[in-house]
């Protein structure tokens, strides 16, 4: 394994850009793969593992992907393989996407049944819901999803759960709504910019959605689905991460290939904190003229502020003067950093959904774990602004979702090195 070996304080200053967003490109992949009829070609994807442990599911099921200059050529699949096997499917949860197209395209489906991570159980009920509503009939048994039709039949479904939307469930019924006889109607579907990016991709594909970036899609379903060429969306997530970074340690950097709407939430809370966001056509300048002022921040499906956004916060606001209040409404389990981040000196307690971050004057550096990738993201943020030196190990979950982020950093006046780790 490997582990990064920061040393702290120094300002981050100069230009960094913005990768293609992974949540956008993991599901388009799986559409490409699985539902086109001829090869498509995505533009701007970014060069994370979890791409790379996608494309081996693809590949798995018969696709063929290549990689060439941050473009990925996909051919679709081209015989009945249907089974997505458990030794892939533990590595990444969203490999969960192929059961719909899959069901959509060949009429069966056998996926290994998706584990909990660390930030919660992680439940697929809403995805199968979908699916039932379709036709298909799905069985849970031996760690297995198994999921068959003879075709599937548009349906009207409402599929908000008790936590709001699922983005993961919108994306898997809206991809085997395409396909279906007759007209879905997708009322609590989820709307981030990933799934308004999917879909637009699904239309280029000659799908036929409305309603993109509302909470009720109209998919008619067609008979079939081509190729097509896409350029995916930038990753809103990476992008907040790099405005938290160049906040907390004074710097003043310009995140590039990032629009605020894709961020208005996270733009708005931060203005909020006291952090200068000076946008302009191609991104957003950072700045910290004063010292930053405690806020209230719950997390919420888009438009609210991301989850995906919440564990950076934190590391951000335990720099604040005063005490603020970070309320976790969509997953269960998401403060698996706090003790971490107590290690490098913060002052944060938990009342259940709750966590009070009580500003500190300063942080100083410890040897942490990553635990998650955004739990690993905000160690890497808190250390660069920590005192001395912060070691942080197990980053295979960073690499996950963050490309090369030590080069990125490093280009602009941060200090970290990659070093294997011995355990
Ligand atoms: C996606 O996960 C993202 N992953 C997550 O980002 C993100 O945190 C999450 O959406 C919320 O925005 C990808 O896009 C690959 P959900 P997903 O279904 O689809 C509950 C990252 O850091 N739920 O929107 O799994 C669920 O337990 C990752 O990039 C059900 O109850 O999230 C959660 O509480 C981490 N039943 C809430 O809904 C279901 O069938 C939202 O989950 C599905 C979900």
């Known amino acids: 394994m490997q582990k990064f070996v920061i040393n702290g304080g120094t300002r981050l200053e100069g230009k960094i850009q913005v990768s293609g967003s992974k949540n956008a490109v993991l599901p388009i992949a799986v559409a490409a793969a699985i539902l086109g009829d001829s090869v498509s070609v995505l533009h701007n994807v970014p060069n994370l593992t979890d791409v790379q442990t996608l494309s081996a599911v693809l590949e798995g099921l018969g696709a063929s992907i290549t990689r060439k200059n941050g473009s990925l050529y996909i051919e679709p699949i081209n015989r009945m393989e249907y089974e997505a096997p458990y030794d892939l499917v533990r590595k990444m949860r969203a490999s969960i996407y192929v059961l719909g197209p899959l069901v959509a395209k060949l009429g069966r489906a056998k996926v290994s049944f998706p584990g909990g991570c660390a930030i919660g159980p992680r439940p697929v009920d809403l995805h199968i819901k979908g699916l039932e509503h379709l036709g298909a009939q799905v069985e849970v048994k031996r760690g297995y999803i198994f999921a068959q039709t003879e075709r599937l039949v548009g349906a009207k479904m409402n599929l ?29 579907a989820a709307c981030e910019p990933h799934i308004n990016d999917l879909a637009q991709f699904l239309n280029a594909m000659g799908a036929d959605i409305e309603g993109i970036g509302t909470s009720t899609l109209t998919i008619r379903g067609v008979k079939q689905l081509r190729g097509t060429e896409h350029s995916v969306i930038s990753d809103d997530i990476e992008a907040g991460t790099f405005i938290v970074a160049a906040a907390i340690t004074n710097g003043d950097v310009s995140v590039e290939g990032i629009a605020k709407q894709q961020i208005s939430a996270v733009s708005e809370r931060l203005t909020q904190a006291g952090v200068q966001l000076d946008w302009h056509d191609t991104g957003v300048r950072v700045t910290t003229p004063q010292q930053l002022k405690s806020i209230e921040v719950t997390t919420a499906p888009f438009p609210g502020f991301p989850t995906d956004m919440q564990a950076q916060m934190m590391g951000l606001l335990s720099l604040a003067s005063g005490t603020s209040t970070i309320t976790e409404n969509v997953h269960t389990d998401r403060f698996i950093h706090v003790a971490e981040l107590n290690r490098i000196g913060a002052d944060i307690r938990l009342e259940g959904r709750k966590a009070k971050v009580h500003g500190v004057s300063s942080l100083s550096g410890a040897p942490v774990m990553a635990s998650d990738l955004r739990a690993g993201a905000v160690l890497v943020v808190a250390g660069m602004a920590a005192a001395g030196e912060t070691v942080v190990s197990r980053i295979y979950h960073i690499d996950r979702g963050y490309e090369a982020i030590e080069k990125k950093l490093n280009s602009i006046g941060a200090d970290i090195q990659r070093v294997n780790d011995s355990e």
């Open 160 to 188: 908000i759960g008790q936590h709001g939307p699922s983005v993961g469930a919108t994306a898997n019924v809206m991809m085997a709504a395409t396909l279906a006889e007759g007209t879905t109607v997708i009322k609590g």
